[in-house]
């Protein structure tokens, strides 16, 4: 049951649905993504309304579309539509070509030629803004999430001077020299200005968005509150986190066991070690293959001591920059294994597909080193998730200190994503550390999940738009 009364409006790039037609009929498959799930438990079923993008429905029938409207209506769902010339600028021109890597300082995979794709993106972040105003009623709480729609708050406040509207980022905030870089800087600013409440994951990504603030803008902020257009804004961090106990639950169930043992049972003699992510460059999933390279180098007498398994899951396969990036690892897999490789052994299996629910708990069961290396990641889920899963106390987490993820979880073995030298050497420590270190560690990692979930995350965003509303209600009538 709920625990907030407000009705909110979840407003993301994509619903969290998907909608497969077969035989002319639409099943819609619903999202079982921690944010969906812990929404609807702490808002209540009927009080989160969500309006995004329902993905790719140019092919779908008179009749399927029909079903479409009745099913994303039942489930309190708003769609926005976008055309195909939308979904290629908006979202993988401007949203993923630019602020996706510049965010992440990737500055090389930055577009250049994304003038024509920032039109698109404040056409389509109107075009949400549109959708929001169309099913607003005073009272309601706004909850505008990510990147792709960063000018939707300024757009909303135009139109709804009196609305309560709260924005989270889930990837990081770069440093105001990183930021500054982007020629749109002033409006994403001003859009994002546009919410009560800015919420980042960590409180480094807080501060230098106000840094932003006072470089860019000239906007000084008072510790997490800053004055603008006459309102108070606040800024905070807000650490995303997991459903644990349905991670608990889920990886005990006896064909997760069953996933676990059998990926045991095929690499007798291995340890193993696992990395399961899109397949993103943000990710690091080269210098990991790199770093599994420079550890045989250093240590031979690993060779067919233990067995890496990479799940890469398909990604913004319209996007260049992750054409490239799935050519290249497929060469460096093939390049690694060629080079170590045995009649009867070979260091890397590389797996280029999504996998199941029981496969993805069976692998972190399985696993006794878990990489998460990523080069920057808002938070990483992957990595909370694997502790959550580990009823047996036991598995190594080698976690990258550009992870949001870090800031929570300081007994992983932290490293360098970048220094393939210190990766190799926190590989080797991982797969010859003893079972007590082994414990302590994952004990205390465990114990964070447990205490800090989704649901805090939701909770406390949700007060914190609460209290500034307030004051900003009462400073109106001053
Ligand atoms: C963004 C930010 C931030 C992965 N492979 C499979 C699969 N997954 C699931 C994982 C996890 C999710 O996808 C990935 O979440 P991450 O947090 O690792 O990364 P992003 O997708 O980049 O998410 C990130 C997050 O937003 C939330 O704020 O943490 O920093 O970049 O839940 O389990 N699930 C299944 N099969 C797979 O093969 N079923």
Redesign the pocket.
């Known amino acids: 049951m709920g625990d907030v009364t407000s009705r909110y409006l979840i407003v993301s790039n994509r619903l969290p649905i998907t909608a497969v037609v077969e035989n002319g009929n639409l099943e819609l498959k619903a999202s079982t993504?921690?944010l969906a799930t812990a929404l609807k438990q702490v808002f209540g079923e009927d009080n989160a309304t969500w309006i995004g993008w329902p993905g790719e429905t140019g092919a779908l029938m008179r009749k399927a579309r029909e079903q479409l409207e009745d099913g994303l209506e039942k489930a309190g769902m708003v769609p926005v539509y976008l055309a195909a010339k939308q979904v290629e600028r908006f979202y993988e021109g401007f949203s993923n070509g630019v602020l996706w890597p510049l965010f992440h300082y990737l500055l090389d995979t930055v577009r250049s030629d994304a003038g024509r794709d920032w039109e698109a993106y404040r056409e389509v972040n109107e075009k949400f803004a549109e959708a929001v105003v169309a099913v607003y009623k005073p009272g309601d709480r706004i909850w505008v999430q990510d990147y792709q729609l960063c000018l939707v708050p300024g757009m909303l406040r135009k139109r709804l001077p009196q609305a309560s509207i709260g924005f989270f980022l889930?990837?990081p905030f770069p440093a105001s020299g990183v930021f500054r870089i982007l020629p749109w800087r002033r409006e994403i600013l001003q859009g994002l200005l546009g919410a009560d409440l800015i919420g980042f994951h960590t409180f480094s990504y807080a501060r230098q968005f106000s840094s932003c603030l006072l470089r860019i803008l000239g906007l000084e902020s008072n510790v997490d509150t800053v004055t603008h257009d006459g309102r108070l804004v606040r800024i905070g961090a807000f650490p995303?986190s997991i459903d644990t106990e349905h991670f608990e639950t889920a990886s005990a169930h006896p064909e997760v066991t069953a996933k676990a043992e059998e990926i045991r049972h095929h690499h007798p003699g291995c340890k193993i070690l696992v990395g399961?992510?899109?397949l993103?460059y943000t990710k690091g999933l080269k210098r990991r293959v790199l770093a599994i390279e420079h550890l045989l180098e250093k240590h031979p007498e690993l060779a067919g001591k233990f067995k890496f398994i990479q799940?890469a899951?398909p990604s913004r396969a319209g996007v260049e920059a992750y054409k490239q990036l799935r050519k290249q690892i497929d060469e460096l897999v093939g390049r690694v294994n060629g080079r170590f490789s045995t009649i009867s052994w070979s260091p890397v299996q590389y797996l280029y597909r999504?996998?199941?629910?029981h496969e993805?708990l069976g692998l972190y069961r399985a696993a006794d080193v878990m990489l998460v290396t990523p080069l920057r990641?808002?938070?990483?889920?992957?990595a909370k998730?694997f502790v959550a899963c580990r009823h047996d106390d036991d598995g190594v987490l080698v976690l990258s200190e550009f992870a949001?993820a870090a800031w929570e979880m300081g007994e992983a073995i932290i490293v360098n994503p970048y220094n393939e030298d210190e990766l190799a050497d926190a590989m080797h420590r991982a797969l010859t550390m003893d079972e007590p270190e082994r414990r302590f560690r994952m004990q205390r990692l465990r114990k964070r999940v447990r205490d800090w979930t989704v649901h805090e995350w939701v909770r406390q965003f949700d007060q914190a738009l609460t209290l500034v509303t307030t004051e900003n209600a009462a400073w109106h009538r001053t």
């Open positions: 993504g921690g889930h990837i995303i399961v992510d899109r993103d799940a899951v999504g996998l199941d629910g993805l990641d808002g938070m990483n889920l992957v998730e949001g």
